[in-house]
């Protein structure tokens, strides 16, 4: 494929192609990195959410008492407090996260996500070695994920102006130092057409192998 191509374009080719690689290896590995930031981020965030919540909880005549009912909790912290599966404390959102945070009340501790829309903690809310209730945290996920979307494209907008800008500069730099084999090329192109005995200017010789050479 490359037979009809100019050595300069072989180069540009070769350059361009390396080039293109590093530049998809360096954005992959960005955006694997930030997504696994902004999850860790997310996680950390809902524990400690879940964290809050657990130190306002105290246990009296061997039930979960919770500072705030069912429909005192604000919408903005999105926590949920269960004494076995009956909610102490709920926030004001959608059917599908108050049934998801429904489903998790007595799991372990740990995380989950609804859908893509919302990451859930569970906390194990525990005295003596017995289980009391559980809290469950989330957050939403929408502004992480439009950042990490954010990230994506403005890494590929900035990768793609990288490539333009190296082959425009690589294309430039070849040309200048090809030139002077351009020149000489057309310059035995000519002399052999003209005149056979005309030779290409060596310079001074630098060692006993080109002073023989200018003395045959």
């Keep these: 494929m490359t037979r009809g191509l100019s050595v300069r374009a072989r180069l ?108 859930l903690y569970v906390l194990p809310v525990e005295q003596d070695g017995r289980r009391y209730g559980t809290v469950v945290a989330a957050v939403q996920l929408g502004a992480y994920r439009e950042t990490a979307r954010t990230a994506l494209i403005g890494s590929l907008a900035l990768a793609a102006m990288l490539l333009v800008a190296f082959t425009a500069l690589s294309w430039w730099m070849l040309g200048r130092a090809l030139l002077p084999v351009q020149r000489m090329a057309e310059s035995a192109a000519q002399w052999s057409r003209n005149d056979l005995d005309q030779r290409f200017a060596l310079g001074e010789p630098r060692d006993e192998a080109a002073h023989r050479r200018a003395l045959a």
């Design 12 to 119: 540009l080719l070769a350059s361009v192609g390396a080039v293109t690689l590093a530049l998809a290896i360096g954005v992959t590995a960005f955006n694997v990195f930030l997504g696994q930031r902004l999850s860790d981020s997310a996680t950390n965030t809902a524990k400690a959410q879940a964290e809050a919540e657990f130190s306002s909880l105290d246990i009296k005549n061997g039930h979960l008492l919770s500072p705030e009912g069912p429909d005192e909790a604000a919408a903005s912290t999105l926590t949920w407090v269960f004494e076995g599966t009956r909610a102490l404390e709920s926030p004001r959102t959608t059917a599908e996260l108050n049934n998801a945070a429904a489903s998790h009340a007595g799991a372990p501790e740990g995380q989950s996500d609804v859908a893509e829309s919302a990451r």
